[in-house]
């Protein structure tokens, strides 16, 4: 079974450092990333989403992928309380057996992140 | 306003009772999603549509039924809830598969007593 990995947490960072957010996955063959924020009681939202190795900035948000360590994170700098909710990572792959061409969104089950002012 | 509009907002059902959860999108997106959310266990794939007369299991159908007639709609029916069925309901479409973004509608919490 492809799974993708998130510590729980929470992680609880003081207001203006950096929050350092990791996902692991199995599915070597995994080719799109995305990061999505949750706020309690909301939908998830899209941050970010990355498909190549290396860095990418958006703001205060910069996304890292590494497909060799199977392995993708998102930091957040400068943080803001209002910084403060569930972050879901995702990982998409090809689904099923040769043939099809089913791609499969799998959801990380979250790091809650805490913002202290 | 573009976007995913789910109904009901929330709806407590007694068990045995069929309820069918509306979503609408008018983005004119080919893919649409539907995810459970469970305290503990993150969000999990009910069923799927990569284009209209389409459709696709995910990784929890049992007990869930969808359709999809057109582009604009895909509604998930519970044809005989019970408790376990519990749980917030999300919409989500995007502009191809799945690796194109997922736009989420505000979610549907359904209580099955």
């Known amino acids: 079974q492809k799974e993708v990995e998130q510590n729980s947490g929470p992680l609880s960072v003081p207001e203006g450092a950096i929050a350092s957010l990791n996902c692991t996955y199995s599915?070597?063959?995994?080719?799109?990333f995305f990061w999505y924020r949750q706020y309690s009681g909301k939908s998830p939202e899209l941050i970010m989403f990355i498909y190549s190795n290396g860095d990418k900035e958006d703001g205060r948000f910069t996304a890292q992928l590494n497909k060799a360590s199977q392995y993708v994170s998102l930091l957040i700098r400068d943080s803001q309380p209002s910084d403060s909710a569930t972050y879901l990572c995702?990982?998409?792959?090809?689904?099923?057996?040769?043939?099809?061409?089913?791609?499969?969104?799998?959801f990380g089950k979250g790091t809650l992140l805490t913002v202290n002012p | 306003i573009a976007g995913i509009t789910q109904a009901p907002t929330s709806q407590i059902l007694a068990a045995g009772r069929r309820m069918t959860l509306r979503c609408t999108q008018d983005m004119r997106h080919n893919a649409m999603y539907w995810y459970r959310q469970d305290l503990g266990l993150g969000l999990r794939l009910i069923h799927y549509?990569?284009?209209?007369?389409?459709?696709g299991k995910g990784e929890v159908p049992d007990g869930y039924s969808v359709s999809r007639a057109n582009t604009d709609d895909f509604p998930l029916t519970l044809a005989s809830a019970v408790p376990s069925q519990t749980s917030v309901y999300f919409c989500?479409?995007?502009?191809?598969?799945?690796?194109?973004?997922?736009?989420f509608g505000n979610g549907t919490r359904l209580t099955v007593t």
């Open positions: 549509s990569n284009t209209a007369g389409t459709t």
């Open positions: 995702a990982v998409c792959g090809l689904h099923g057996s040769s043939g099809g061409s089913n791609y499969k969104l799998t």
């Open positions: 599915d070597r063959g995994s080719q799109s």
């Open positions: 989500a479409s995007a502009p191809g598969p799945a690796t194109s973004p997922l736009h």
